[in-house]
């Protein structure tokens, strides 16, 4: 199984691209993530839309618009609130997780794997096989 983000942009206007990935793929939608974390003293978020694995295939895509929206509970904010009017109108909760920001990485993809980690130790996606 192959597991991968997909970074899209960090959460301005493709949060939309990141909703309609989830409307587009109703059938395959697995969850809805919030990974909410501190940059340089303010509180940021992650959103991020988990597909079901492809089949044939085993490839899980999970499509990220990273750290480039405000944490909702420090700041209110349209975008934010626009991912949870998709979540309810796709009957999903929100995974909401408190995460190590993506700059204490050194490189990009240490991070995504970090975040694949903690989202399988919580079974939200399969184990590596």
């Not at 909410?36 to 899980?60: C, W, Y």
Request: proline residues 6%; contains cysteine; hydrophobic residues 40%.
């Amino acid at each position: 199984m192959i597991q991968r983000f997909i970074e899209i942009g960090e959460g301005y206007s493709d949060i939309y691209e990141l909703i309609e990935i989830a409307r587009a793929n109703k059938h395959r939608l697995s969850h809805l993530a919030a990974f909410h974390t501190s940059i340089n003293n303010r509180e940021m978020t992650s959103l991020a839309v988990i597909l079901k694995p492809t089949d044939p295939g085993e490839f899980q895509p999970l499509y990220i618009c990273r750290e480039g929206i405000p944490n909702p509970k420090s700041v209110p904010n349209k975008r934010y609130d626009l991912f949870e009017d998709a979540a309810k109108e796709m009957n999903k909760e929100i995974i909401q997780l408190t995460v190590k920001p993506s700059a204490i990485f050194n490189e990009k993809e240490l991070y995504y794997q970090y975040l694949i980690g903690i989202l399988r130790l919580n079974h939200f996606i399969a184990p590596l096989y």
